[in-house]
């Protein structure tokens, strides 16, 4: 008998935080255009000869090239080979700054803008995280978006696309529930309020409904400085044994991975935000 691999994520807070496969169409060209406008006046494009590269991850295939004149000094527009579905990383930069727009491609594509600085004062704030680009059907679904700021700018997270559902918290965490299979476009967005970066990522959702597991121990929540902290997790439910895993977690937490026993001994006071997994693999 074939086993279904299930899991579940529990978040709370402590207070104290290119060889074609067969059957796959070979790469078609696929028009992509849009605006390269300035992040201090979005409506202002930016000055002629402005360096862009549209990037196909999925091939490896990319073009590079320089931003229009006349009129349209911000307007870029390529030909690229690739199949609905790939993932396009789009950069443009100056001596300054760059920015970055991640999109998936389908059919011919316009007005894909992107928003670059041109004047020094403020860094765009950069994604440094990989998507989990799979889910199982009613499984809980987790990804943790990391970003980098130059400028220490406090950062904002949203959704744009994204399934029925789906949510993303003030830290970056993505959590979502899939009712059925399919694929599911998403793309996630960081700002510091003067610029922005955006990730976007399609989430594969297999399986059908099983058996499924089930946190029965309530979190710990309440911590004391220099002193142990504890917290016994406990969960039911899979096809097999059930293994536990941080997935967030404060500096020098730990988890038994077979006996879901969390420990740490706090340095420092404030709210630390935990979230643990149990799979049964």
Do not use: C
Not at 38 to 43: G, I, M
Not at 84 to 90: E, H, T, V
């Amino acid at each position: 008998m074939r086993k279904t691999a299930f899991a579940i994520v529990i978040l709370f807070s402590i207070l104290l935080g290119a060889a074609l496969a067969s059957g796959q169409s070979p790469p078609i060209p696929h028009g992509i255009d849009g605006i390269i406008y300035t992040a201090e006046e979005p409506s202002r494009q930016v000055p002629a000869g402005t360096s862009f590269i549209i990037n196909n991850t999925a091939t490896g295939k990319h073009i590079q090239g320089k931003t229009g004149q006349g009129p349209l000094t911000g307007r870029y527009s390529v030909v690229i080979d690739g199949n609905d579905g790939d993932l396009l990383a789009i950069r443009a930069w100056n001596q300054l700054y760059e920015a970055t727009k991640s999109v998936v491609l389908e059919g011919s594509m316009h007005g894909i803008n992107l928003y670059l600085m041109t004047e020094s004062g403020n860094s765009n704030p950069v994604i440094v995280s990989n998507p989990n680009v799979t889910a199982t059907v009613n499984i809980a679904y987790y990804y943790k978006v990391s970003a980098q700021d130059a400028d220490g700018d406090a950062l904002t997270y949203q959704l744009g696309q994204a399934p029925t559902g789906m949510q993303i918290d003030a830290q970056g965490l993505v959590t979502w529930v899939p009712g059925q299979a399919g694929s599911y476009s998403v793309t996630v967005e960081v700002s510091d309020g003067q610029g922005s970066a955006q990730q976007a990522f399609i989430i594969s959702v297999s399986g059908k409904p099983g058996s499924p597991i089930a946190f029965i121990s309530v979190p710990v929540t309440q911590a004391r400085v220099g002193h142990p902290y504890s917290y016994q997790a406990s969960a039911t439910g899979g096809e097999a044994a059930l293994a536990y895993s941080l997935i967030q977690s404060p500096a020098g937490m730990a988890i038994g991975a077979v006996s879901g026993l969390v420990q740490w001994t706090p340095s420092g006071s404030g709210a630390y935000n935990v979230a643990i997994k149990a799979s049964d693999g």
